[in-house]
């Protein structure tokens, strides 16, 4: 199993209070025959040596298709791409068989962490691709080809500037040109050189979607959207108004740092930036998808000053490596009390980009054996950006050791969410303090510099949030019908439009498919996942603070070398995914909910700043009439 991997769990409320009505609905499945319809009602036993046998046999299954897609994303040939199909093509087949056959057990009175297992198995369906396949073996084999040929096409993605083939670049090397351009016309040229990879996609993703539909309707969802939205311990649709509910919570705060940047954009580039309807550029924002901002902090500094060091060029005068970069986040797991990386983590794992074969450079942490062979695949670079990611990845990796104790069905995080949030609720920790600790910087600086710092953070943290949004309402609609091949890229660029204010630099129209230039559409990775990701992780970060007895801005705050801090984090991760979501967190932070307040109260002192900056500002932007209507 990988992250990003799709993910599976229920809850407590679900097994105790919903199962008996769900059971009904998750477990009458149309088109999978039940083994034995007519047979005895079987017992209590014999359900249980059933999810015993399954979770071993799905284990051998899983890891068979985890090699299979480790050596396709860091090989990528035609014969790679084959084998993960048959691979993922074996699991899936079973995951479905069993699926069917669990359904005998209906309405026997199990133990809860029994009829737990019976809802993960089915919710796990897929897993591993990340869309379930319909069960006739013609339409299976599709589906799973299909799927690692948009895993492989996005790998293979190059934009070659000058149509040399020899000088053509991969994603890694044009997200570090887009953070470092400030001229406008290049950057339009990299922004439609990558994102011309997602055209060819388009009818493949298409057809991919309506294979990955009939695999979740028979299996009883409305569609693979309503299978993903099952995954949060409560019905599809009370996720969809939890996730409304954080997003109005944290909406204005995005909206306030749309304003300012907007304003610090024009100032720097003028017409280039301006638009007669308020919207930011998308190629502007020093990132290819404009999802994360920081890397124009020095566009958007205040006028107090630069950001008092600037981590990406102490990384890169130092000539830090990639495997020195890990240890650096090793070294921050170590402090909690967590083990060092296994040996074969060193030997196995993809750190740089090889330069001899096209591999899938999007970062991922892997855990192939369920034992002790975790692994990161990534094409890291000496950057503050993947400084970050090697903290994000390894907490994954943690995550994993964690709960490598658990059985197989609940090895995975309390939700999806909970796994993304790990390691940034780490990189979180990664204050001028710390960075001192190490040696990185000379100088603490004073607390007045802290609107520089927040700033830094929030145009990552924040300006990501509606991205983390969008993803998924796109391919919610994609999944529901409401947005029909024809009308794939429109639908897309209304939603960035409407929720993150951006607009492409270029003319778009439905020969191109932007949606396919983001590793996980093509990948069939959940994205809503790190939206709930950026609220937790201020959840994750503010209860080991207080664990560790800090006192102090939450800004400030790290728990670096605090025994106490890993204690509280590995009560949660340990518990992998054996219980509801809401047990979990409550074991963490004391509460139940996803509550957006420890992200509001970390950048309140910023929120205050850009109102005052903001306030002859007209705030917002006006969205193009709708074609439709
Ligand atoms: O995909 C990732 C990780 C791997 S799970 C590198 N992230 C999202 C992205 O890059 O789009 C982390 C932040 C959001
Ligand atoms: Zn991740």
Redo the contacts with the bound molecule.
Sequence with gaps: MF??PIAMNSTIRLTLIVLPALAGVLFCVPTVPAQSAAAAKPSVAEALAFIDRAEQELNTLQIDQARASWVEETYITDDTVALLAKASDRLIARQTELIGQARRFEGLPLPPEAARKLLLLKLSVGSGIGVAAPSDPKLRAETTQKAAELDAAYGRGKWCPDADPEHCLGIDEIGVKMAHSRDPKELAAMWAGWHAIGAPMRSDYARLAELSNKGARELGFADTGALWRSQYDMTPDEFQADIERLWTQVEPLYRELHTYVRRKLIEKYGDAARRPDGMIPAHLLGNP?A??WGNIYDIAAPPSGPLPYDLGAILKARATDAPHLVQYGEGFYRSLGFDALPETFWKRSMLSHPRDRDVVC????WDIDAVRDVRIK?CFQPTSDDFV?VH??LG?NYYQMAYRNQTFLFRDGANDGF??AIG?AIALNVTPNYLKKLGLIDQVPPLSADIPLLLHTALDKIA?LP??LLIDKWRWQVYSGQTTPEHYNSAWWALREKYQGVAPPVARSEADFDPGA???IPGN?P?M??FL?RVYQFQFYRAMCQAAGYKGPLNRCSVYGSKEAGARLNSMLELGRSKPWPEAMKAMTGSDKADASAIIEYFQPLIDWLKEQNKDEKEGWTLPADPMK
């Design positions: 992250y990003p998808w999802q994360e999007h970062a991922s942490a990534a990611t994000h990845e994954h796994h993304e940034d990501f991205f983390g983001k590793y996980h990775v994205y996942r790190y990701a």
